[in-house]
């Protein structure tokens, strides 16, 4: 009979665990504030307000801070809904459009060279395997590759800088902040791409892609479109399979997801029709 107990008791541990990870998810959820009349600069000083707000506060507790903060940003005319909420709704956690903006006007897009500068990579998942700078200009060269692929089925892409005067054209700048690597031989993940599969398994990858984006005139340099987003990849559910793919290979999904959702945006802004082809992926 003790035997059997234990035995039940080991069963259900592994329940419980997966019930308390759940509840924890649900407390850490991520805020996202909508107001597409303000620029990502604005979203930043109103977020610094709010922030000096609640520290100058009396409230000890996190979620009394939490929701003082949310208070604060809903009186600057934000929108508060979770990050998942945002994504789903406007395709990235922040958007920007300027008013009145007409995009039918523009022939081309330029895509520059994707800003690297700050991009930190997330090494946790293979500790001691080092990240050359050969590999870094890789994911810049991918990002770009998968941009340029997805956004030239809704406007023309120019690839020689020197066609861009022949044309009234758009000038799109990617900045590549944050990148996962995952652990080769881990086997296959199941995700939808830039959301994961909602059965968590303790142990499993963890790692957050992030980056920023700006449209703007080619000829007056005025912004017109800014975006930003973050992807955490964690506790996905793991399948045995094959055991060869890239370590990046999390990275340039999410890349696609991104490239996709920025293409749809654009033919939105448009007129144009543009079917996400963001699905479930094996990798």
């Known amino acids: 009979m003790l035997i ?143 941009f340029s692929k997805a956004i030239n089925e809704v406007i023309p892409v120019i690839s020689d800088r020197s066609e861009i005067p022949l044309k009234k054209t758009l000038i799109l700048d990617l900045k590549l902040k944050k990148i996962f690597q995952t652990k080769i031989g881990a086997g296959v993940v199941l995700k939808v791409a830039g959301y994961f599969s909602p059965v968590p398994l303790p142990g499993g990858p963890e790692g957050v892609f992030s980056f920023q984006g700006e449209i703007s005139d080619f000829t007056s340099r005025e912004k017109l479109i800014t975006f930003s987003d973050e992807v955490k990849s964690s506790k996905n559910s793991s399948l045995s399979g094959r055991e060869d793919f890239s370590r990046w290979e999390h990275a340039y999904n999410v890349m696609d997801y991104w490239a996709d959702q920025l293409a749809a945006l654009l033919a939105k802004e448009r007129g144009q029709k543009y079917k996400l082809k963001s699905g479930w992926k094996i990798i």
């Open 4 to 146: 059997r107990k234990v035995l039940e008791m080991k069963i259900k541990a592994p329940i419980l665990l997966l019930i308390f990870l759940f509840i924890l998810s649900g407390c850490a959820t991520k805020m996202a504030y909508l107001n597409s009349s303000k620029t990502a600069e604005d979203l930043e000083n109103d977020k610094n307000a709010c922030q000096a707000e609640v520290d100058n506060s009396d409230f000890k507790d996190p979620d009394l801070k939490k929701n003082k903060f949310n208070e604060c940003m809903k009186k600057k005319d934000y929108k508060v809904v979770s990050e998942e909420t945002a994504q789903k709704a406007q395709g990235f956690v922040e958007v920007w459009m300027k008013p009145g903006i007409d995009l039918n006007s523009y022939e081309a897009v330029y895509i520059e060279k994707v800003d690297l500068s700050r991009a930190e990579v997330d090494n946790s998942s293979i500790p001691g395997m080092e990240v050359s700078d050969k590999e870094i200009q890789n994911l810049g060269e991918e990002m770009l590759k998968r």
